[in-house]
């Protein structure tokens, strides 16, 4: 099992990280990249469009339930059936719901360190974000995660050697900066 696996575990994620559907894949890259053309590019606000899309789904929906069954053999789901336990939608309430009581935990304060590192990560994401644009964030992320791990599957060899050269050199590096440490602290005393 190659490092990229362990990383990303299995899932649909992995799946779509690694590219073994392409179609997907492919798709999943374009999309993002005509979101981030359209609202970066062409300046487009994201309001309006984003009710436009809503109005365009509801209408596409409303003709499917009223007249899609002339033309399709499936029909989507009635509200009844959404709220069901094993809906995709509660289960996707469920994770937010999830992740908002990890961030409560978190800030409650009982481990300290794990607070002093989300404070850290948050400036960190506060400062790039005071000179990119969230969705370009977004978007740069997206194009990390679907070209990173197959260009590391690829040339697993080489990379793993250039780390480890850096990771030699790191450690030759502290090494030295502690002995020349130690040696100023034995000549104060």
């Not at 365009?56 to 009844?80: D, Q, R, S």
Request: glycine share 4%; hydrophobic share 50%; net charge negative.
């Amino acid at each position: 099992m190659s490092l990229v696996d362990q990383m990303l575990g299995e899932g649909a994620v992995a799946d779509l990280s690694v590219w073994k559907n392409k179609i997907t894949s492919g798709i999943t890259l374009v999309m993002a990249t005509l979101i981030w053309f359209q609202f970066e590019i062409m300046e487009t606000e994201p309001v309006p469009f984003l009710c436009l899309i809503l109005l365009l789904l509801t209408l596409l929906l409303f003709i499917w339930v009223k007249y899609g069954h002339h033309l399709f053999t499936w029909i989507p789901p009635t509200p009844e059936e959404l709220q069901q336990e094993d809906s995709p939608v509660r289960a996707l309430l469920s994770e937010i719901e999830g992740l908002l009581l990890m961030l409560y935990e978190i800030a409650y304060g009982e481990d300290i360190k794990t607070f002093i590192w989300t404070i850290l990560y948050v400036a960190i994401i506060y400062t790039i974000g005071s000179y990119i644009n969230l969705l370009t964030i977004f978007y740069i992320c997206l194009v990390c995660l679907l070209t990173i791990p197959v260009m590391y599957l690829q040339y697993q060899e080489a990379v793993d050697d250039f780390i480890g050269e850096v990771s030699e050199m790191k450690n030759k590096t502290l090494q030295l900066l502690n002995c020349r440490a130690t040696k100023k602290k034995k000549k104060l005393y």
